[in-house]
């Protein structure tokens, strides 16, 4: 199975201020195909995970453009450039190039 | 506007069999891939399986031998079963649909605790 790995395992933010989680792999997520198979969700409290990046960079449907990903290979960053208090939950990042599908161990996110 | 809703028993007994349906509403089923998802009480989350419209399944390894999938696109619902549970599969259980490009849950049920217990 492909181990995730996200740190930190908290981070506090101020309001407006930037904030980064890093998510690496043990194996590339890197597909033939051309296609890096890393996501990004948001599970705010109480809620179900909802996708906010999909292939390593790419914002989903009505996902602000305050929230950005990067990376390539094993090493991936979520960033959000200035955070907002609707920001607070727990972020997974998620491959799905190999069977099963695995999640990291989450980033939990509190605005100060 | 798609919805999933899941249903079932919240306690279930040790030994027991788990079962769950997924309900979907404001879509049809057919054409996509649905799964279960995982999440014990204050912990991460764990992808269970998935099944296709066409009743394909792919099970995580370390639960495969107790799991079942099953899709009535008739009802356009689709189920899960876990067999011999114990306290360990205690966890909110949620159902979600794969996006037909990017592969990874799209929409979401809002989950249901199940609980395992005496």
């Known amino acids: 199975d492909i181990v995730m790995t996200q740190t930190p395992l908290s981070l506090s933010v101020t309001p407006g201020q930037p904030a980064s989680i890093s998510c690496k792999s043990s194996q590339s997520l890197l597909h033939s195909d051309g296609k890096t198979y890393l996501y990004w969700y948001l599970q705010r409290p109480g809620q179900p995970p909802q996708l906010l990046i999909y292939?390593?960079?790419n914002r989903f449907s009505g996902v602000p453009d305050r929230f950005s990903g990067s990376g390539s290979g094993t090493d991936f960053t979520l960033k959000i450039s200035r955070a907002e208090a609707e920001d607070v939950g727990v972020y997974y990042c998620?491959?799905?190039?190999?069977?099963?599908?695995?999640f990291g161990g989450g980033t939990k996110v509190e605005i100060k | 506007q798609v919805q999933l809703q899941e249903s079932g028993p919240g306690l279930v007994k040790p030994s027991e069999t788990l079962s769950l349906t997924c309900s979907v509403s404001g879509g049809s089923i057919t054409a996509y891939y649905w799964s279960w998802i995982r999440q014990p009480p204050g912990k991460g989350l764990e992808w269970v399986g998935y099944?296709?419209?066409?009743?394909?399944?792919s099970y995580i390894p370390s639960l495969k031998s107790r799991v079942t999938m099953s899709i009535d696109t008739s009802k356009n619902q689709f189920s899960l079963k876990l067999s011999s549970v114990t306290a360990a599969d205690t966890a909110v259980y949620f159902c979600?649909?794969?996006?037909?490009?990017?592969?990874?849950?799209?929409?979401w049920g809002q989950g249901i605790l199940v609980t395992v217990s005496s």
């Open positions: 979600a649909r794969h996006h037909p490009s990017y592969g990874v849950f799209d929409y």
């Open positions: 099944i296709s419209h066409s009743g394909g399944t």
């Open positions: 998620l491959q799905s190039i190999q069977l099963p599908l695995t």
């Open positions: 292939e390593v960079s």
